[in-house]
């Protein structure tokens, strides 16, 4: 009986530690070089266009699905093309930045990735004011007398 009590943790450590490494999934893997993109202050109406470039470190084809912004202000484009095990690739965010002040918006990611399916970008920074005196001038009509 003593023996069956022995061994039992001497098999498990084996079962759990034979073959591939503890806690490898096989499948894609996405790994981004940053999370979170800071566009400072950036002037009303200038770029708000910004990268997140990634990685595929699985060992399979990585398919992003689909790559929302959390407002229509916030607008992503991403590769549909699968993205080969070792390849690069990027994800492009463009903020309207005819929209003074704060920026705080996400853009969830989603992929076959095994270890985050669902993943969330941040972008953040300060859209200044419009410039004083650039509103439109309406011109339509008949002039006045």
Not at 59 to 84: F, H, M, Q, R, Y
Request: glycine share 12%; aromatic share 8%; with cysteine.
């Amino acid at each position: 009986m003593r023996t069956k009590f022995f061994m039992l943790p001497i098999m498990l450590f084996l079962f759990l530690f034979s073959g591939k490494s503890f806690g490898q999934l096989n499948g894609a893997k996405i790994d981004f070089k940053k999370e979170t993109h800071d566009y400072g202050n950036v002037k009303f109406g200038g770029n708000g266009e910004c990268k997140f470039e990634f990685t595929n470190t699985g060992n399979a084809p990585l398919i992003i699905s689909d790559a929302k912004g959390s407002c229509g202000c916030t607008v992503p484009t991403w590769p549909k093309e699968p993205i080969a095990p070792g390849a690069k690739g990027s994800i492009t965010v463009k903020y309207d930045t005819k929209r003074p002040g704060p920026i705080a918006k996400s853009v969830t990611i989603t992929s076959n990735a095994t270890n985050e399916p669902t993943k969330t970008l941040r972008i953040k920074g300060n859209v200044a004011p419009a410039p004083e005196g650039d509103s439109p001038v309406n011109n339509a009509g008949p002039k006045a007398n």
